[in-house]
């Protein structure tokens, strides 16, 4: 065989390789950003020691946020970006906490997207007095028939 014929089985044979796993790479990442779209469907992985998402940003937040009390405080919140920079502000004001600098966004970012308020589609239970009166004489008292 001349050294011109096995270089290109040599490449052949690489590309029959590589190929197949370059196109799962493809799919997966096409896959990961469908999902990172809506973070509400995903089920995102706990790091186990400290119980937070790990997730971008886990790092900057147990740097910064694990010396004083558990990251338990954290993970049984749920709140907005506002309330999560209130709550850093009042630590700032009140306990202590150093400025965070540069690491603020980040972990705001981390906060209010895995520890974000609660979306949930039911709304509130009207106050009794806004619910619809039941029984007969209501229905009879207001029904007007628009045929006459
Ligand atoms: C310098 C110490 C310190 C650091 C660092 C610190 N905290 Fe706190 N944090 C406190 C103290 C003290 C409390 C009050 C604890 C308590 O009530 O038991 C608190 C309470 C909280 C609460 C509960 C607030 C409430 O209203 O119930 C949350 C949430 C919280 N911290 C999140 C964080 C986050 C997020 C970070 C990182 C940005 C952080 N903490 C870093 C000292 C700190």
């Known amino acids: 065989m001349r050294l011109g014929d096995l270089i290109f089985r040599l490449i052949a044979l690489t590309a029959a390789f590589f190929l197949p ?20 469907h995903v089920q995102p992985a706990i790091e186990p020691q400290s119980g937070l998402v790990n997730a ?11 010396a004083c009390h558990s990251p338990s405080l954290i993970t049984q919140n749920a709140m907005s970006r506002e309330r999560w920079l209130e709550t850093i502000r009042w630590m700032q004001d009140t306990q202590k906490l150093w400025p965070l600098g540069d690491a603020e966004p980040v972990i705001l970012d981390y906060l209010s997207t895995w520890y974000g308020p609660k979306t949930s589609a ?26 006459g």
């Not at 796993?21 to 509400?40: F, R, V």
């Not at 009207?126 to 009166?133: E, G, Q, S, T, V």
Request: hydrophobic share 30%.
């Open 21 to 40: 796993h370059a196109a799962a790479d493809m799919k997966n990442t096409e896959l990961y950003s469908i999902k990172s779209q809506s973070k509400a």
């Open 56 to 66: 971008e940003g886990v790092n900057t937040v147990l740097a910064h946020c694990s």
């Open 122 to 147: 039911r709304r509130p239970n009207l106050a009794p007095h806004l619910l619809p009166k039941t029984g007969s004489a209501h229905i009879s008292k207001n029904y007007t028939n628009p045929h």
